[in-house]
């Protein structure tokens, strides 16, 4: 998807990370959380079950959350108007918070199994790992696009600054 990012031009590129992702992640994770519940509780007692697997969407709703909006009050705002001494601070922030975000996909791709369904698995736990999926390969296209590609571009700048 990154041949329709606007990579060279980082106003752009901020106003298209909250477009395409902050707004779809945000209707991506809440059906999510519940068809988790659905699958933890109809299928108690299995083999394959992804127990805890809905706590753990829901606590990086909330995580998300809170990240997606110091991007969009805080951080994208300053590199619009192209960036400011200090800004390197709140890039480490988001980095470490990306870190988090990334440890919590391992835990769920641990728990389900790298995504595996199990034999004679129902709709729901199918519809729930194709869109764990999607959500995964949305997630990690995101934070590629900002740790590799825009803020790089605002890291150098401060330390060139120096």
């Not at 001494?85 to 769920?108: L, W």
């Not at 790298?114 to 199918?126: H, S, Y």
Request: with cysteine; proline share 6%; glycine share 8%.
């Amino acid at each position: 998807m990154t041949d329709a990012a606007p990579v060279q031009d980082p106003a752009e590129l901020t106003r298209y990370i909250e477009a395409r992702f902050h707004v779809r992640h945000r209707t991506q994770l809440p059906p999510l959380v519940q068809m988790a519940r659905s699958v933890e509780t109809v299928h108690l007692g299995e083999d394959h079950r992804p127990g805890g697997l809905s706590d753990i969407l829901r606590r990086m709703i909330g995580e998300m959350e809170v990240h997606m909006k110091k991007e969009e009050l805080i951080l994208f705002p300053a590199i619009r108007k192209g960036g400011r001494p200090g800004i390197e601070g709140p890039i480490a922030i988001m980095r470490a918070d990306h870190d988090n975000h990334a440890a919590e996909v391992a835990e769920i791709r641990r728990l389900t199994e790298d995504l595996t369904l199990p034999e004679g698995a129902c709709g729901t736990w199918a519809a729930l790992y194709a869109g764990l999926e999607e959500f995964i390969n949305d997630f990690e296209e995101h934070m590629r696009l900002e740790n590799d590609v825009l803020f790089p571009q605002f890291e150098r700048g401060v330390a060139a600054n120096d």
